[in-house]
């Protein structure tokens, strides 16, 4: 039975730094392409960044150049590095595959607000 936990959220003022954190139990994780979301209350999910199983990367364009996705496949665990963040940056964050999704996490809230 596939396991995620989503952490790292947090109160973050209008331009400061979070990293979120995402430990996956999934068979063969190195080889899954994957990926963080967020959403926010009456919203659908947004496709926020993917990383490939070769660690290549897309983003958003509202978070293009201010999110980094990473993974760490000894770890099984995805990172989403997020830097110069904004209000509408506000909302609970998951991690997904990209592909075939498995059922949602808990997923970690970020709030950016002064």
């Known amino acids: 039975q596939v396991q995620v936990v989503e952490s790292g959220g947090g109160l973050v003022q209008p331009g400061g730094s979070l990293r979120l954190s995402c430990a996956a139990s999934?068979?063969?994780?190195?080889?899954?392409?994957m990926a963080w979301y967020r959403q926010t209350p009456g919203k659908q999910r947004e496709l926020v960044a993917t990383i490939s199983s070769g660690s290549t990367t897309n983003y958003a364009d509202s978070v293009k150049g201010r999110f980094t996705i990473s993974r760490d496949n000894a770890k099984n665990t995805v990172y989403l590095q997020m830097n110069s963040l904004k209000p509408e940056d506000t909302a609970a964050y998951y991690c997904?595959?990209?592909?075939?999704?498995?059922?949602w996490g808990q997923g970690t809230q970020v709030t950016v607000s002064s």
């Open positions: 997904n595959k990209q592909y075939d999704l498995f059922p």
């Open positions: 999934i068979r063969f994780f190195s080889m899954k392409a």
